[in-house]
């Protein structure tokens, strides 16, 4: 039972953040047909960005960052990471769009996805950094950990997993409700259609790009002071995120959230779980979610080929 | 025998011929570099060897990659994956089942060949959007793969191997030997039946497939040779360096080898090496200057290849080779004026459409639509604009399933379902739009057509230009330059099809599904936005194929020319069929004069 529900509330946390990094996938898919596989990294900058501003490069402790210095930070990393976005569209992927060049932003979207972990790990050259931690979790039950029915959990968990419904609820509120997201929707329905009826499609394509990293940034940021965090594990969170918004074929913001969160959960669970007496292990958890994915994908891809033709 | 002797030998002389027609001073230049590098080891040290040797590996894993993303357009992320599939299986093979060189190498590449061949039977269905990202999640599976499994990868310090009967100098050979002949086949292919079929499925994938062009086998080829070569180039890299080190078969070298490829121009055989050269000249200065400067600029190696990447990419570069290329002189096609030409015969056979039926959702699109067409006769499908028409063309050429009812070709059942069978079994369409390859020449662009025919144009029949392959070749090139005549484009043959006027495009398209060898023509608009000189060289053309036997089912918006040529028109209004009969007849009926709100006089 213990144990039950510390796989349970690892894996909602861990899954929240999957779940809002899948919905930026979706959205960039859904209003470009654009597949950003540099998400992971522009999470990365954010993060790191806000790092620097916060602590600089050298080592952190937990406590030593004051609040207002932190809200500081946090904006300069999403500013960088808006701004990352933005630009990328604007200037890298929007070209090889135009000219239907699949291979063009492939290429590009990757080649920046390295760049920007070139940049981050040659200004924080440690192996992996503790992150500050802006609110006072630690000083609640024990050292920021509680125990509930024989489990112990950290408490910032529960944040994350609030925080991570709040801002999926919020990117849906914004898509659903207000005249931006109607027109996001609009181009996602009919690109041209929209540019006819006078939406400002490049820019509100452009600013998706910026926002959907931010979004992630933002609940990565949040849940960051639970581990030693380096740019690999930015890269890993967009790989996981990519993992659920295929699954769900970048189906809508909502589906790909759930993704997010059931791989959490599946995640969790495969790390402590066993088959027929032989432990699986965290070595499975990594590896068996991505393959899962790729079934999913080579499974669709009949439907695919009618759709590709004509 | 002596026949037989002779035979060979005329095929050789003629072979020997055409080589030396075709040759040029970089073919020149390319064999001296290659003879040169041979000896290379005489003058170099063990270490020097060693590392020209492991980088000629990656050049040889670069190559496999551009029979993938060159040749056949697709966006592979994972050919590092499969070289660490052929590394990490002749290494566990070499240390721990203490196996010799050659047949631990064998089993690496035949591993990553069999992983290339599932992968690419799952994948390659794919669009080129998901075909990316699956291919990017495999790098990452095998790479994250690598670091849970350490009883499989040797975990940080990695997989020993202790030295073999192999010298860095016989890995360099070996290497040396292994790049010059992967690219003098990817050259061989390139130039061959195989590369134009496959130009033609990467610039209009719809447009090649309603020619018969076998996506998705073509593909899977690609593909699977891709990743047996990267297998081939891991296994041995491996035995060279002595370690197989996890940490080097990441989703980073996936993404050199692709970023390689596109440097140097993905659709040439000597780019990924041009391409490969130019990262590792960047790396070895930024060395230089990091060591004058005395700090590490090893990871600083993936930002120095994404730049140049986005640096080519951005000025619009087609790559390195390519830009060489401008300063070799082209190739004068010379395409000789042949005597006139046999008058071709096209053998019709009877289509007959009976209670076909579609729906999309809910939507009603054709309705019970029966259609007889005879050898020798031109029948029309008009309608308004989505009264099913073009609807009812993809159905009848096998790219839409329908819901009901039964196509016959000379009283047999149409039931193969995909296109190329049908395009092989005599049915042709072009499609609405003009759709003509825009980098192959007209002649090109007809050959492709012709390509379904073939009996000896496979891929290792190309790379090595047996005799049968050339003649048959040669046979085809004057069947389509035969074709072009027919249409009037015989002048046009070596003008590529981009520089053409739109008219002499759809002209250069309807040749093109001619060199099917078509029984039946399916025509979508053939006069769509042509001049009234257009359509009147378009309406002798029609009636000079119908005079050769061949049947045709003619869509079109332009009645003038529809009632100049058709023996018989079938109207559509919402996927109904709402008049049969001659054109003259046709016109008088008051519900077609309705369905077309009286706008349009037959």
Avoid at chain 2, 118 to 145: K, P
Avoid at chain 2, 320 to 338: C, Q
């Amino acid at each position: 039972m213990s144990l039950a529900l510390q796989i349970v509330i690892t894996g909602l946390a861990a899954g929240g953040v999957y779940g809002v990094v899948a919905i930026g996938y979706t959205l960039i898919y859904r209003l470009t047909g654009v597949v950003q596989l540099a998400l992971g990294e522009f999470i990365a900058l954010a993060v790191f960005g806000t790092l620097l501003v916060a602590a600089g490069t050298g080592p952190v402790t937990q406590t030593s960052v004051g609040a207002a210095r932190f809200v500081l930070a946090l904006a300069v990393g999403l500013a960088i990471c808006i701004a990352a976005g933005v630009l990328t569209y604007a200037l890298a992927i929007k070209p090889y769009l135009d000219r239907g060049s699949t291979i063009g932003w492939v290429a590009v979207t990757v080649a920046i996805a390295f760049a920007i972990r070139a940049a981050v790990s040659a200004v924080f050259e440690r192996p992996s950094y503790v992150f500050p931690d802006p609110f006072p979790f630690r000083d609640i039950g024990r050292g920021g950990v509680v125990t509930i029915a024989g489990a112990s959990i950290q408490v910032r968990a529960f944040f994350v997993i609030a925080l991570a419904v709040a801002l999926a609820a919020l990117a849906n509120w914004t898509l659903e409700r207000t005249r931006v997201g109607r027109g996001l929707q609009a181009i996602a329905a009919d690109s041209e259609g929209a540019q006819v009826v006078g939406i400002p499609v490049d820019r509100l394509v452009a600013g998706a790009f910026g926002l959907a990293g931010a979004l992630a940034a933002v609940l990565a940021i949040a849940a960051a002071p639970s581990a030693p965090f380096d740019v690999d594990t930015a890269t890993l969170l967009g790989v996981k995120g990519l993992v659920a918004a295929v699954i769900v074929g970048f189906g809508s913001p909502w589906l790909a959230f759930a993704a997010g969160v059931a791989l959490g959960l599946v995640e969790s669970t495969i790390a402590s779980a066993s088959i027929s007496g032989a432990q699986l292990g965290p070595s499975y958890r990594e590896v068996l979610p991505i393959a899962v994915a790729l079934a999913v994908v080579a499974l669709r891809s009949r439907r695919e080929e009618r759709l590709e033709f004509e | 025998m002596n026949a037989v002797a002779a035979r060979t030998t005329g095929a050789f002389g003629a072979a020997l011929t055409e080589a030396r027609r075709a040759w040029r001073w970089p073919a020149t230049l390319a064999t001296a570099a290659f003879v040169v590098a041979l000896f290379a080891p005489l003058v170099l040290s063990r270490i020097q060897t060693q590392e020209l040797a492991a980088w000629l590996y990656l050049a040889l894993a670069a190559i496999g990659l551009a029979f993938a993303v060159g040749l056949a357009g697709m966006p592979s992320l994972c050919e590092g994956a499969f070289m660490a599939v052929g590394a990490f299986t002749a290494a566990q093979l070499r240390s721990k089942a203490g196996a010799d060189p050659v047949s631990a190498t064998i089993a690496g590449a035949a591993l990553a060949t069999a992983a290339g061949a599932l992968l690419g039977i799952a994948f390659v269905r794919l669009g080129r959007v998901l075909f990316a990202v699956a291919t990017w999640l495999v790098a990452w599976l095998v790479a994250l793969s690598l670091a849970a499994f350490p009883e499989l990868s040797g975990g940080a310090r990695g997989l020993p191997i202790r030295a073999g009967a192999f010298t860095e100098t016989i890995h360099y050979e070996l290497a040396l030997v292994l790049v010059a002949l992967a690219a003098l086949v990817f050259f061989a292919i390139a130039r061959g039946a195989p590369g134009l079929a496959l130009a033609a499925l990467r610039v209009r994938p719809p447009a090649a497939r309603v020619l018969g062009v076998p996506a998705t086998r073509l593909r899977l080829g690609a593909f699977v040779a891709s990743a047996g070569i990267g297998g081939l180039a891991g296994a041995l890299a491996v035995q060279l360096a002595g370690i197989a080190d996890p940490a080097g078969y990441g989703p980073f070298l996936s993404f050199k080898l692709f970023a390689a490829v596109l440097l140097g121009g993905a659709a040439t055989a000597l780019g990924p090496l041009a391409g490969l050269a130019a990262i590792s000249a960047l790396f070895h200065i930024a060395h230089w200057i990091g060591n004058l400067e005395n700090v590490s600029t090893t990871r600083f190696e993936p930002m120095i290849a994404a730049a140049l990447l986005l640096f080519v990419l951005g000025i619009g570069g087609g790559g390195i080779v390519p830009w060489l290329r401008r300063f070799v002189p082209a190739r004068t096609a010379t395409i000789e004026a042949s005597p006139a030409p046999p008058p071709r015969r096209f053998a019709g056979a009877t289509f007959a459409a009976a209670g076909i039926r579609k729906s999309f959702g809910g939507l009603a699109a054709l309705v019970d639509l029966s259609l007889t067409a005879e050898p020798g006769t031109i029948v029309a499908l008009i309608g308004p604009n989505g009264s099913g028409k073009t609807t009812a063309l993809r159905i009848f050429s096998g790219t839409l399933v329908s819901d009901g009812g039964r196509l016959t070709l000379d009283g047999a059942p149409l039931i193969a379902d995909t296109t190329t069978e049908r395009v092989r079994s005599g049915v042709a369409r072009t499609l609405q739009r003009t759709a003509v390859f825009d980098e192959l020449t007209a002649l090109e662009n007809v050959l492709v057509g012709a390509g379904l025919e073939r009996g000896y144009g496979g891929a290792i029949r190309s790379a090595l230009a047996t005799p049968k392959e050339r003649a048959e070749t040669e046979r085809l090139r004057g069947e389509a330059l035969d074709i072009l005549d027919l249409v009037g484009l015989r002048a046009a043959a070596s003008t590529p099809a981009a520089h053409l006027s739109s008219s002499d495009q759809r002209l250069t398209m309807l040749a093109a599904a001619l060199a099917t060898r078509p029984r039946v023509l399916l025509l979508d608009e053939p006069a769509a936005g042509g001049s009234a000189e257009d359509v009147a060289r378009l309406a002798r053309l029609l009636d000079a194929l119908r005079g050769d036997g061949l049947t045709i089912v003619l869509v079109e918006h332009n009645l003038r020319l529809v009632s100049a040529v058709a023996e018989r028109v079938v109207v559509l209004d919402g996927g109904r069929t709402i008049a049969d009969g001659p054109p003259a007849e046709v016109a008088r009926e008051p519900t077609v004069r309705d369905a077309y709100l009286g706008t349009h006089r037959l």
